[in-house]
């Protein structure tokens, strides 16, 4: 059952952390164009909420609805940013990038690149000594061309991978054209180069997944019914949403997509703050295998591609379960039209098994509570692989943030018979995937109780004097500066890192505090001379700690695409090495996933979860769920 529940416009519209509506987004690009964005051959990147400073949301003051935008001018092949003030109709701030800067793909961009390959006679006619003669059959896959030394000439660059189908609905995973790639100017439309190297066979067994290749379904397992009779337990209104003792707004923007802002937790009857905004800032997925073509193949998929326009229309019954509320993402196309993805936010309850429980034998009593979860979610499709991107706010003050890796493997060719050291053959006829990794990193704007933090690392740490050798604990170690916090995971410490408040102090007057729970924290494993390196510096470190500037959003810097990460990211703004005890703090999170590629993972991969958690530590003074009801009505024997 969906939950229908909407608020009137003007309801929504009373806050300034709304998203753009569609109208707002028609009047920005009207008034750009009707200024300086008035030639044909302007194009849209983006055009986005610009929120307001924070000191001004806190204090209640008055702010203006403004606008944030990104265009591209075709014709003389430069980019530009601008800030619109929405109230007084105005382009309060217009600036041209720098030639090499170049802003992230527009959606139809991948549409047109693609049939730039299609129509190009050079292109044709490689393919055709190939033997690849129906150019209807030939799939074109959009990659960002990175940064490998070459001289882009200020031109914005499609790096095509290419595929063949065997029919319309034909997996084209299954069949890729090796040693051969179109590079595309996207401004202009234009082929300007064709990569063509040693042929190899294309793989012709299928890597097909549909029901019409697969067969019949299975039909012995039963249906589970996730009912809610009296409704979900959360209120929303606008983009507000309550539930239990949380409270937070839902954002969504076209590079992040997913936002949640002003995440408080109502504890003995006071709001607290536990994180102004969070967010994903910017993934990197790098491949480890030496062949031409696959070498270059590293993509960031949130600077490069804005992976919040790649959202899916979400659909009940198969993304989401329950008593669900649907959030529409509304964004923008590349002629600045307001384009809306319907149901771009899942939000729904799921059970989430015991929370507590006590067995007093002496009594033979039993006290037991439940745990649930809100989760809300959005999932992007990033050409051959999908993204589900989830926050689960649980009952006890805890949040996880996780990954759900799925979708299909960016496949090479090799000859028949031949194993490359570097990836899982998939099948005997020649076919098989490069060895890769997934790496996140999340942008955490921390308010525990307020907006002056500290972060301490805890590692485990076993004393000089320890007679009876089983002696180990807990030793903090506060991170005094910007250099200071950049660190890795260790578990033979078993470390995490814990976000204080040192002015808020707990019943036994220690700071109040949430702790950041390590998981999947690995590395980049590209060396520190390689390209890529040198672009997602983020990625060769765990923990990063910043003092708040609103201009610092995403870590790998504003516009990774073609960047060389010489002058952007979070690798430069920590150079200052500012203070960050008792500030206004950012902690970002890297995070991610070996993909050594197994056979099960083809034709299409089963989820793979990567992830993290938050936990209260000494936030509270108890146990904050003690108040749980019973759920008496609930039969022991379901209990797990």
């Given amino acids: 059952m969906t939950l229908t529940t909407e608020s009137p416009t003007e309801v929504g519209l009373a806050h300034p952390l709304v998203p753009l509506t569609r109208e707002e987004i028609s009047r920005a690009a009207a008034i750009l164009k009707d200024g300086q964005a008035a030639a044909e051959s302007f194009r849209f990147i983006s055009i986005e909420l610009r929120e307001p400073e924070k000191e001004l949301l806190r204090s209640g003051a008055a702010t203006v609805r403004e606008a944030d935008a990104v265009l591209v001018d075709r014709a003389e092949a430069r980019s530009y940013e601008a800030i619109v003030d929405l109230d007084s109709g105005i382009v309060s701030k217009w600036t041209q990038l720098a030639a090499h800067i170049h802003p992230p793909f527009m959606l139809d961009e991948f549409a047109e690149g693609e049939e730039s390959c299609r129509k190009d006679p050079e292109v044709q006619a490689a393919l055709a000594k190939r033997g690849i003669t129906d150019m209807s059959l030939v799939c074109f896959e959009p990659w960002s061309v990175g940064y490998f030394g070459e001289d882009d000439q200020g031109r914005r660059l499609m790096r095509a991978l290419v595929f063949v189908r065997e029919e319309a609905d034909d997996s084209p995973y299954a069949h890729p054209i090796e040693n051969f790639v179109v590079i595309v100017d996207l401004n202009s439309g234009e082929v300007v180069k064709v990569e063509d190297d040693q042929a190899i066979p294309v793989p012709s067994a299928s890597g097909n997944y549909l029901p019409k290749y697969v067969g019949e379904a299975r039909t012995d397992l039963k249906p589970i019914s996730i009912t809610q009779p009296e409704g979900a337990s959360f209120t929303v209104t606008g983009n507000h949403v309550q539930w239990a003792d949380w409270s937070f707004r839902v954002g969504f923007t076209p590079r992040e997509g997913l936002v949640l802002h002003q995440l408080k937790f109502r504890n003995k009857g006071v709001e607290r703050p536990v994180i102004n905004r969070a967010s994903l800032s910017e993934m990197v997925v790098p491949y480890g295998d030496t062949a031409p073509v696959q070498a270059k193949k590293n993509a960031f998929d949130s600077g490069e591609y804005n992976i919040g326009n790649m959202a899916n229309s979400l659909t009940l019954g198969c993304d989401c379960l329950g008593e669900i509320k649907y959030f529409d993402g509304i964004t923008a196309d590349s002629h600045g039209n307001p384009l809306t993805i319907e149901n771009a936010i899942c939000m729904h309850e799921e059970d989430d098994s015991i929370l507590w429980k006590h067995f007093d034998f002496r009594e033979g009593t039993t006290e037991t509570r439940r745990s649930r979860k809100l989760v ?108 200071a916090a950049i660190r890795k995971t260790d578990s033979s410490k078993h470390r995490f890192w814990k976000i204080a408040n040192r002015d808020s102090r707990n019943i036994v007057d220690e700071p109040v505090a949430y702790r950041l729970i390590p998981t999947d924290g690995i590395q980049l494993a590209a060396g520190d001379e390689s390209y890529v390196s040198k672009r997602a510096q983020f990625a060769r470190n765990n923990l990063w700690v910043t003092a708040y500037d609103r201009t610092e959003r995403f870590a790998a810097g504003e516009f990774p695409n073609q960047a060389t990460g010489a002058d952007d990211g979070l690798h430069i703004w920590t150079q200052a090495d500012r203070n960050i005890v008792d500030q206004d703090l950012v902690v970002w999170y890297t995070f991610g996933m070996h993909h050594v590629v197994r056979l099960e993972d083809w034709p299409i991969m089963p989820r793979q979860n990567i992830g993290f958690m938050l936990e209260p530590h000494g936030f509270f003074d108890q146990n904050p769920t003690l108040n749980l009801p019973t759920n008496a009505t609930t039969p022991a024997s379901g209990d797990t």
């Fill in 376 to 483: 809300i979610s959005f999932i992007a499709t990033v050409a051959n692989y999908e993204y589900a991107f989830y926050w689960h706010l649980f009952l006890d003050g805890s949040i996880e943030f996780l990954v759900k890796a799925t979708g299909i493997l960016s496949t090479a060719g090799q000859k028949p018979g031949e194993k490359s050291p570097y990836g899982q053959t998939l099948n005997n006829d020649g076919l098989y995937a490069p060895i890769h990794q997934h790496m996140f990193n999340v942008r955490m704007d921390f308010e525990i109780d307020g907006p002056t933090n500290a972060v301490y690392e805890v590692d485990m740490e076993i004393p000089e004097h320890n007679p009876t050798h089983t002696a180990f604990k807990a030793v903090d170690r506060l991170l005094e500066t910007e250099q």
